[in-house]
């Protein structure tokens, strides 16, 4: 009863918001409310083969399979949503998206044959100055539901690179290049990999990414499965 007594209060002098909208959560809600989970602008291209995100990376990397789950574009409330999650120091959208695309992606058998999670790692500097890798927390909240495991060191970022957001289609592939390598390739031979991020635009970082499992490890196959793709 005290507990429950505490955590009223702390409500009432703090108020639990929507990530998305600003509106107070309601009891049983998490981060988001339920009126922008349910109106949140989703793919469904886990139910489509050769979806447009699987077309933005042939010829230019193998994959079983790719998705995102769901559309963000400029001034849009969800894109408030990526930007608490990766620089507003809101681990638990992460997780909480995690859950959300387990759920919904598992009945349509997306995550069917999956060995490993491992998350697009950011390079220790800059995961130093944010506490954290959202993609991390995303594979978190995968693993919960799923029961797969995560593996966060077996793929490193070797080199620092600035950040993709201005650059150019050009700039960001420049960018990103040789930015990955695989630290232990025999943990993950012969494994199928689930690539998780938080944003895809051109598709270079995960492309990198993907590039470096493909390169280095024997047998790797690889899906993979984004929070978001850019809709502008």
């Not at 509106?23 to 009126?35: K, N, Y």
């Not at 919960?144 to 070797?158: A, H, K, Y």
């Not at 630290?183 to 635009?201: C, G, S």
């Amino acid at each position: 009863m005290l507990r429950l007594w505490s955590s009223s209060l702390v409500h009432l002098l703090f108020p639990r918001t929507c990530a998305v909208c600003g509106a107070t959560l309601q009891d049983g809600e998490e981060s988001i409310c339920l009126r922008c989970h349910m109106s949140m602008p989703r793919t469904n291209y886990h139910k489509q083969k050769d979806n447009p995100v699987e077309r933005l990376f042939w010829g230019k990397v193998p994959l079983e399979r790719a998705t995102s789950y769901f559309f963000y574009h400029k001034g849009s409330d969800f894109r408030h949503l990526l930007h608490l999650l990766k620089y507003g120091g809101r681990k638990d959208i992460g997780c909480l998206m995690g859950r959300f695309m387990a759920e919904e992606l598992k009945e349509s058998g997306f995550f069917e044959g999956i060995d490993v999670i491992v998350p697009v790692p950011l390079h220790p500097r800059r995961q130093r100055e944010r506490g954290y890798n959202q993609s991390e927390c995303l594979a978190k909240g995968l693993s919960e539901v799923l029961g797969l495991p995560v593996d966060t060191s077996s793929v490193r970022r070797q080199i620092h690179t600035q950040t993709q957001t201005e650059k150019s289609v050009y700039e960001r592939w420049e960018n990103v290049k040789d930015i990955f390598y695989v630290a232990a390739p025999a943990r993950l031979a012969h494994k199928h990999v689930l690539l998780v991020d938080d944003v895809l635009t051109t598709g270079a970082t995960t492309t990198a990414c993907a590039d470096a499992l493909a390169d280095g490890v024997e047998g790797v196959r690889i899906s993979v499965l984004t929070l978001a793709v850019a809709n502008d």
